[in-house]
């Protein structure tokens, strides 16, 4: 199953766990599949590394690097027109209208606001556990 996923599920994941964690495994041990666009790999990277120089005994590096060596990395021409409220989250959705993928994984509001985009199921992490993980 592909998935997108928001960068505050994957930080939340990386540095928290709880259901964020749940999903990164769920990628770990191949029940899932990430999906991403360079835009969403950058905004990654730059986010892990930011939070690394806080979080020092979290190695960000070898994660953005296994991340982007084991995603689906598409490219998504920006949307037409925004979607979301926060336009920076419109990457998201066009990744996942480029790359055919009905779920975004997000702990957003301005995301999980959205409705009716092409059948896309914007869903938080715990939902996404319990409808399609257990």
């Given at each position: 199953m592909?998935?997108?996923l928001?960068t505050n ?5 990386v540095?928290?766990g ?5 999903v990164?495994q ?9 999906v991403?666009?360079?835009?969403i ?23 953005t690097e ?8 598409v490219?998504?021409?920006?949307l037409?027109?925004?979607?979301s409220?926060?336009?920076d989250?419109?990457k998201?959705?066009?990744c996942?209208?480029a790359?055919g993928?009905?779920i ?6 301005h ?6 985009v ?6 938080k992490?715990?939902?996404?556990i319990?409808?399609?993980?257990l």
């Open positions: 592909n998935v997108v928001d599920v994957l930080i939340s994941g540095f928290f709880g259901p964020p964690g749940q990164l769920a990628w770990r041990d191949e029940n899932i599949q990430l991403a666009s360079p835009e790999l950058r905004e990654y990277a730059e986010v892990l590394g930011r939070l690394g120089m806080r979080y020092p005994s979290v190695e960000t590096t070898n994660i296994l991340i982007a060596s084991h995603c689906r990395v490219e998504s021409p920006p037409s027109a925004p979607i409220a926060d336009p989250d419109d998201f959705i066009a996942a209208l790359s993928t009905a975004i994984i997000s702990g957003d509001a995301l999980l606001n959205v409705q009716g092409a059948d896309l199921e914007i869903t992490p715990a939902d996404f319990a409808n399609h993980l």
